[in-house]
């Protein structure tokens, strides 16, 4: 079982940039697939980011170039690094874990049901 706590969101203007962290209460380098998904009022939750089991990185095509997933081994932490941001990234950002994902190297094959760790969430507001 992991358990997971995020930090880090909140409000911004357009342009401006924010780092997201997800602290876990175990080591999941290499065992876990790591994701950021965000969910806007209205909207589905949809995947932004992954790092595979082999440490490699996926992005959604809508923030790709704008954002950087990263996990610090001795901290047992995944990042989130977001810049240029836009009013259309405002959602709620949460992190999951979960050992099982097929696909975890490419988020655009992933939904929310893959995943059976969540965190609480935390709120990113981009003001234009």
């Known amino acids: 079982q992991v358990h997971l706590v995020e930090s880090g969101g909140g409000s911004v203007q357009a342009g401006g940039s924010l780092k997201l962290s997800c602290a876990a209460s175990k080591y999941t380098a290499g065992s876990y697939c790591m994701a950021w998904f965000r969910q806007a009022p209205g909207k589905e939750r949809e995947g932004v980011a992954t790092?595979?089991?082999?440490?490699?990185?996926s992005y959604a095509d809508s923030v790709k170039g704008r954002v950087t997933i990263s996990q610090d081994n001795a901290k047992n932490t995944l990042y989130l690094l977001m810049n240029s941001l836009k009013p259309e990234d405002t959602a709620m950002y949460y992190c999951?874990?979960?050992?099982?994902?097929?696909?975890?190297?490419?988020?655009?094959?992933?939904?929310?049901?893959?995943?059976?760790?969540w965190g609480q969430g935390t709120q990113v507001t981009v003001s234009s």
């Open positions: 999951a874990a979960d050992p099982f994902v097929s696909g975890c190297e490419l988020v655009t094959l992933l939904v929310g049901a893959d995943f059976i760790y």
């Open positions: 790092i595979a089991y082999d440490g490699t990185r």
